[in-house]
């Protein structure tokens, strides 16, 4: 069995913002505030990186339309004891959608670790 660390990408709606670091702020406690009453405090949560199609900078994955922004978060956990990368992925897909119902995540990189 292997450890792995696991890290996925949600899309995060999030109404009525102005601003990117509104949106990213709101989004961020938002998913805090459903993953810790499920006690999945170890799961950290930050904004994703997105990269400009022209010039390949990057920046803050955040679209803001009509005072509605998707936030892309980016999700990271530890999986222990794990048969492979897709059981640890699956693993980590199962625990956090039972906290974020209704958020879709996709699987971004799965690192075996000692």
């Given at each position: 069995m292997t450890?792995?660390?696991?890290?996925?990408?949600a899309a995060?709606?999030?109404?009525?913002?102005?601003?990117?670091d509104d949106?990213?702020?709101?989004?961020?406690?938002?998913?805090?505030?459903r993953?810790?009453?499920k006690k999945l405090d170890?799961?950290?949560?930050?904004v994703g990186t997105t990269y400009c199609p022209?010039?390949?900078?990057?920046?803050?994955?955040v679209f803001i339309a009509a005072n509605t922004a998707l936030v892309g978060l980016v999700l990271e956990m530890?999986?222990?004891d794990a048969e492979s990368d897709e059981h640890a992925s699956r693993i980590a897909k199962s625990v956090i959608g039972k906290a974020l119902?209704?958020?879709?995540?996709?699987?971004?990189?799965?690192e075996a670790f000692d």
């Open positions: 450890n792995y660390h696991v890290t996925l990408e995060w709606l999030v109404r009525d913002v102005e601003t990117a949106a990213i702020g709101v989004a961020i406690s938002e998913a805090g505030k993953l810790n009453p170890f799961v950290e949560v930050d022209a010039c390949s900078e990057p920046f803050g994955s530890k999986v222990f119902t209704d958020v879709p995540l996709n699987v971004v990189d799965v």
